[in-house]
T-cell receptor, first 112, second 109 residues
Framework: NAGVTQTPKFQVLKTGQSMTLQCAQDMNHEYMSWYRQDPGMGLRLIHYSVGAGITDQGEVPNGYNVSRSTTEDFPLRLLSAAPSQTSVYFC???????????FGPGTRLTVL | EDKVVQSPLSLVVHEGDTVTLNCSYEVTNFRSLLWYKQEKKAPTFLFMLTSSGIEKKSGRLSSILDKKELFSILNITATQTGDSAIYLCAVLRAGKSTFGDGTTLTVKP
């Protein structure tokens, strides 16, 4: 199993550009989440999903969209990138009856 | 809104010292409280606690949860330089986790 994969690993955007961060898991986990981590802070929840076709907002959803058309994939879209979105982004999955989240390796995003 | 607060935010010790990291929370009806270790990459799982008063142990690390007083502690004995990392506490409820800001532990030789 590949676990949770994220692409790209690094990305530099200009203000106003849009892009999609990809996340996929091959463990058939029902729950998936996107977090951002800024220096000196913990992980803050952006959006999460409890199953295909179901998404909900986390603590910091503004400027981001998600969709969950399949169990495996949970892409995160930045609509119009801003410097405040410079951060490290982690995707995670969790089985419905489990407790341990499985994290992807992260994407380091810089917005100039 | 779920809230998790960790203290201290940072800690510097010498090898061999014992440290206690604190995690308090304002979350009701949660499934579990989890501790993670993060070293310049994605967090790695350490412990999962669901019941009060039961101590989890793994080598030099141990953790306990107090559901009445709404806190958890992570103890590390005989610290080593390899223990230097950010330690994150999270509470899992309804398919989502709320994290604290972490404690940055630095262990000096």
């Amino acid at each position: 199993n590949a676990g949770v994969t994220q692409t790209p690993k690094f990305q530099v955007l200009k203000t106003g550009q849009s892009m999609t961060l990809q996340c996929a898991q091959d463990m058939n986990h029902e729950y998936m989440s996107w977090y951002r981590q800024d220096p000196g802070m913990g992980l803050r929840l952006i959006h999460y999903s409890v199953g295909a076709g179901i998404t909900d907002q986390g603590e910091v959803p503004n400027g981001y969209n998600v969709s969950r058309s399949t169990t495996e994939d949970f892409p995160l879209r930045l609509l119009s990138a801003a410097p405040s979105q410079t951060s490290v982004y982690f995707c995670a999955s969790l089985p419905a009856v489990g407790n341990e989240q499985f994290f992807g390796p992260g994407t380091r995003l810089t917005v100039l | 809104e779920d809230k998790v607060v960790q203290s201290p935010l940072s800690l510097v010790v010498h090898e061999g010292d014992t440290v206690t990291l604190n995690c308090s929370y304002e979350v009701t009806n949660f499934r579990s409280l989890l501790w993670y270790k993060q070293e310049k990459k994605a967090p790695t799982f350490l412990f999962m606690l669901t019941s009060s008063g039961i101590e989890k142990k793994s080598g030099r690390l141990s953790s306990i949860l107090d559901k009445k007083e709404l806190f958890s502690i992570l103890n590390i004995t005989a610290t080593q330089t390899g223990d230097s990392a950010i330690y994150l506490c999270a509470v899992l409820r309804a398919g989502k986790s709320t994290f604290g800001d972490g404690t940055t532990l630095t262990v000096k030789p």
